[in-house]
């Protein structure tokens, strides 16, 4: 039976960068959850009798949220449902899935990297056809129907179980529980060289992979152990938990300082790496050498055609505008097409389906290709292991061979997290509002070249979107760039992007905070980062 319930709406309930994302205590009000998934669907055209593909990172409220999609989903209409077992989809997973079955679309339960319990984050996120998230367009139209949402329907189907794989029939539609790994684990194995990796790995290869007791933990199990014969440990932290072990599943150097330390020390392992919690995002890191997300995807790049589903060539490149454009220099020695889109992986999808891009990449550690349409954590790593075992070299060769060939962007991000959300944007203002008057001025003896506000046109279907971060170009090719984030959940966070190029002549080995030092002077002289958030350094360094 369907039944049909009264509502009244939320005013909050707009997607972010990825996702409708707050804490849990916030979707469990009354109705919260419910409303966004019917606003979701009465956003939507046309999926009368279709599939949805569902999952998450298995985060507290995971299995609750699961059961009112199903119940939703019936409810309106949905043919069927596939569901992976025990509600565990990691994010690359989930756009895998919903491409190979032509699903009409995905929703993904996460909140990424953020931590989760009781009291931490959740997120509900829609991602269309191609498998990629859904476009402005959508999100935008989601917001507006959850604003007017008057009623929402249900059906009741009691509680399903999502734990055995197989098939029901309930309210209505099929609800297929599936393996969570085995589709992506075949996927991986399309496109790289196992047969090279194992013997990686049989040459006594030491991986270290923490997956910070997220989602990936059985993929990685699977792929780097099972598949591939990487010792037994090499995984860490395999065991997804609800709250993550009260850890932040955020793969960077301070919430992964262990992993960095390991790497840092004379008997480290060959290789190490991390995964956040929805497992779309990557940490690499060398025998002492840690590798920026930007100089990460520069040298995946440069390197892809080791891996057979590259082994053609790229047909571009595409960058988030405030990662460095290390990758540039790639694009332009390859002779191929270099792309500069907004913050947000959605923003990729375009110049994917158009085949004007095969690889992609941020600074917040997000990599990925043309096989799916959302970052890939996993995929990342699988493409670093592939360069390590063609070229014989360990990831420090690779990495300064890469410099002296295309010289080197220092690079750096610094955060400033939950500042008051009226003095954050005042900064912007008063930024924004004085960049014509900054070309030509110097600070601290940097000369500024210009700045402005950025705006994308997308090349493949016109749209539009502005104010996208705040660009200020130095002469000799620095350059800073100061954003909000999309994705926090408290207050407002500051993102200040530092970027310095060091031609292959130049000095290659410099100490990165070091190398920018003018710089970071430079982004509070000319922002008043000091002066509007009342903090006198960042909080987070990457
Ligand atoms: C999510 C998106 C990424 C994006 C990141 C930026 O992880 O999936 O594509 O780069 O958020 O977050 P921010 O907090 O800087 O808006
Ligand atoms: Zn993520």
Redesign the pocket.
Same mark, same amino acid.
């Given at each position: 039976m369907t039944r049909i319930i009264a509502t009244k709406p939320y005013d909050d309930q707009k997607p *972010? $960068? #990825?996702g409708l994302r707050k804490k849990v205590p916030v979707f469990q009000q009354e109705n919260y959850a419910e409303n966004f998934i019917q606003s979701i669907f009465d956003a939507l055209d046309g999926y009368k009798g279709k599939t949805l593909v569902l999952g998450g990172d298995g985060r507290f409220y995971n299995r609750e949220v699961i059961q009112k999609v199903l119940a939703i989903a019936a409810a309106n209409g949905f043919g069927k449902v596939m569901v992976g077992q025990g509600g565990i989809l990691s994010t690359p997973a989930a756009s895998n899935v919903i491409r190979k079955y032509k699903a009409f679309g995905g929703i993904i339960l996460s909140a #990424?990297?953020n931590p989760g319990g009781p009291h931490e984050d959740f997120g509900i996120k829609y991602n269309i056809d191609n498998g990629g998230?859904a476009p402005e367009k959508i999100t935008d139209a989601i917001f507006a129907k959850s604003k007017t949402i008057k009623e929402y329907k249900i059906a009741d189907i009691g509680e399903i179980d999502i734990d055995r794989i197989g098939t029901v029939e309930a309210g209505g539609m099929t609800i297929e529980v599936i393996d969570s790994v085995k589709d992506y684990a075949e996927l991986m194995e399309s496109l790289f060289d196992f047969k090279a990796l194992q013997k990686l790995f049989e040459s006594g290869f030491r991986m270290r992979f923490d997956s910070m007791h997220a989602v990936t933990g059985p993929y990685a199990k699977e792929i780097f152990e099972h598949r591939l014969g990487a010792a037994e440990g090499t995984c860490r932290n395999f065991k997804p938990l609800p709250d993550f072990g009260r850890h932040h599943p955020d793969p960077n150097l301070v919430h992964c300082k262990h992993l960095y330390d390991e790497m840092m020390k004379p008997d480290a392992p060959d290789f190490g790496a991390a995964s956040?919690g929805d497992g779309? &995002?990557n940490l690499i890191i060398g025998k002492g050498i840690f590798i920026t997300p930007s100089d990460s995807l520069a040298m995946l790049c440069a390197n892809a055609t080791v891996a057979p589903a590259y082994a053609n060539g790229l047909a571009g490149i595409a960058r /988030?505008m405030?990662t460095s454009r290390a990758a540039d220099r790639v694009a332009e020695k390859l002779g191929i097409g270099i792309y500069e889109t907004p %913050? @947000?992986?959605?923003f990729f999808g375009n110049l994917l389906d158009a085949g004007k891009a095969t690889i992609c990449g941020?600074? #917040?550690a *997000?990599t990925g290709s043309n096989h799916i349409r959302?970052?890939d954590g996993l995929w990342a790593v699988l493409l670093w292991l592939s360069i390590l075992a063609v070229r014989s070299e360990s990831v420090q060769q690779v990495a300064t061979k890469h410099w002296a060939e295309f010289g080197r962007n220092y690079y750096s991000r610094h955060d400033y997290e939950g500042v008051d959300s009226g003095r954050a944007h005042a900064l912007m203002e008063e930024l924004g509002g004085k960049l014509a008057s900054l070309a030509g001025t110097s600070v601290r003896g940097l000369k500024i070249e210009k700045a402005d506000d950025f705006a994308y046109h997308d090349p493949v279907d016109g749209s539009v979107s502005e104010h996208q971060g705040i660009r200020v170009h130095f002469e000799g090719g620095s350059r800073v760039v100061f954003?909000? /984030? @999309? $994705? @926090?959940t408290e207050g407002a %966070?500051l &993102?200040v992007y530092i970027e310095h190029y060091e031609p292959p002549t130049g000095k290659l080995d410099k100490d990165t905070q070091k190398a920018l030092a003018d710089l970071i002077a430079a982004a509070d002289d000319i922002a008043g980062i000091a002066r509007h958030t009342g903090r006198d350094k960042p909080s987070v360094i990457t």
């Open positions: *972010g $960068t #990825s #990424s990297h998230p956040d779309d &995002r /988030s405030p %913050t @947000g992986w959605k941020e600074e #917040s *997000g959302e970052k954003r909000l /984030s @999309g $994705t @926090g %966070t &993102r």
